[in-house]
């Protein structure tokens, strides 16, 4: 039987803590580091959403979720939701992704 080691792979992470201005630093975190705008219009209809500085419908970007309050990263791979407790991660090849906090911890360790 083979047996393998994940390799050591260090990312950057952030928890939302449910306070409003460390999520707005974790989500200027995600908008700088990432190139994500905000999606603007009725966040109800997500389909309709705006990317800023465009007249187009569709397209990455972020948004909060009105009816959960989620963080809620829009790729062309689909949505990625963060409530609060929940981990974003930018791994190694700047990628964002979401994770809850038990897959998190049984994921990785402080570097």
């Known amino acids: 039987m083979a047996v393998f080691r994940r390799n050591l792979i260090i990312v950057e992470a952030r928890r939302l803590s449910g306070n409003s201005i460390q999520t707005s630093d974790v989500i200027n975190w995600v908008r700088n580091r990432g190139g994500y705008p905000?999606?603007?219009?009725?966040?109800?209809?997500?389909?309709?959403?705006?990317p800023e500085g465009s007249d187009k419908a569709g397209g990455d970007g972020v948004y909060l979720d009105p009816g959960t309050g989620e963080f809620v990263i829009h790729t062309s791979e689909g949505n990625m939701?963060?409530?609060?407790?929940?981990w974003i991660v930018c791994d190694e090849k700047d990628k964002?992704?979401?994770m809850s906090d038990e897959d998190f911890n049984a994921t990785y360790d402080p570097a």
Do not use: I
């Open 96 to 98: 964002f992704h979401t």
């Open 81 to 86: 939701r963060a409530g609060y407790g929940d």
């Open 38 to 50: 905000w999606l603007l219009g009725n966040a109800n209809e997500p389909e309709t959403l705006v």
